[in-house]
């Protein structure tokens, strides 16, 4: 399956290296930064789920 990679609506602009992209499949979720392509976090849907929630609650906080 062919994942097409969409880049974050917040970056610096200009050059466009220094982003965040993201390729989703129906059961995971690829990451990479566009500076560091060969480099791809994996991960699912409700393991980010999970850690936003935590951010918005403050429970990750120190």
């Known amino acids: 399956m062919r994942?097409?990679?969409?880049?974050?609506s917040f970056s610096d602009g200009s050059e466009g290296?220094?982003?965040?992209?993201v390729a989703a499949t129906p059961t995971t979720l690829?990451?990479?930064?566009?500076?560091?392509p060969d480099t791809r976090l994996t991960t699912t849907p409700s393991a980010v789920a999970?850690?936003?929630a935590?951010?918005?609650?403050?429970?990750?906080?120190?």
């Open 3 to 8: 994942r097409a990679d969409h880049r974050a």
């Open 30 to 36: 690829h990451l990479r930064e566009s500076d560091i």
């Open 17 to 21: 290296s220094t982003c965040v992209e």
């Open 54 to 62: 935590g951010i918005r609650s403050g429970a990750l906080g120190s």
């Open 50 to 52: 999970q850690l936003l």
